[in-house]
């Protein structure tokens, strides 16, 4: 059985930061999927979770991802706006 991550986001390791422009990058280039397949990915949400609440954002998004039900709204421009600041 296949889950729903993916994995074509920029792995972080300890040489490299992965920064706001990689997120810019993955979403522009997944701009055609439902954005909930979009922030479907492991190295994503690990990125996300240095950012966001880890204990009212991160579940809430994870929620979304393993259930595949659309991101709120909030979210989604929360999202979006961090990748915008690259």
Known sequence: MQGPLTSTFPIENRNTQVTMKALKNHLGRTKNLPFVKRISDFHLLLVLAR??????????????????????????ILIESMANTA
């Not at 966001?52 to 909030?74: K, Y």
């Open 51 to 76: 950012v966001l609440d880890l204990n009212a954002d991160v579940p809430a998004l994870t929620e979304c991802v393993q259930t595949q039900t659309p991101v709120p709204e909030g979210y989604q």
